[in-house]
């Protein structure tokens, strides 16, 4: 089973918590022998999915937007971000340099083509630039994606 990850950056300590619990209850749902995380490895869920799967036995496999992706990231994910990628079974590039919201959105879409269903962490509003949660969930949703919304009750971002 191949799953991907999609949602949103810059959640609270408490959100990130709880986001955490729902990516691990998700991820225990898969059978680690035949689960694929397939993430773009962003700071926030994308990172926290990959290691809940990795936690669970599971393998991933990493979507590279843009080559200069990791520089745009914080600097403190760059540690966390490298390791994961160095664990990929498998590394998928858009060929695309500039990171922005088209290569996000782009590598974003080769995700969606490259899984069965996609775990979205969205608070279920309106993408607040190009390339966000939303587009990526009304993308995947257009390809019949299968699309399992996780976000903490009450929760705001």
Request: aromatic content about 6%; charged content about 20%; proline content about 4%.
């Amino acid at each position: 089973m191949r799953v991907g990850i999609t949602g949103h950056r810059g959640l609270n300590n408490e959100v990130e918590t709880q986001v955490r619990a729902l990516l691990a209850e998700a991820v225990k749902e898969y059978d680690p022998a035949e689960l694929v995380g397939v993430s773009c490895i962003a700071d926030g869920p994308d990172s926290w999915f990959a290691e809940s799967v990795l936690t669970h036995g599971g393998s991933i496999e990493v979507v590279v937007p843009a080559t200069e992706y990791r520089q745009s990231l914080p600097a403190q994910h760059h540690a966390t971000y490298d390791e994961l990628l160095r664990q990929a079974s498998d590394v998928h590039e858009t060929g695309m340099a500039t990171s922005d919201s088209q290569a996000h959105m782009t590598g974003s879409e080769i995700l969606v083509g490259l899984v069965d269903e996609l775990l979205a962490v969205w608070d279920s509003h309106p993408a607040r630039g190009y390339g966000g949660t939303a587009d990526v969930v009304a993308y995947a949703q257009r390809q019949g994606t299968p699309v399992h919304i996780l976000w903490p009750q009450g929760a705001t971002r």
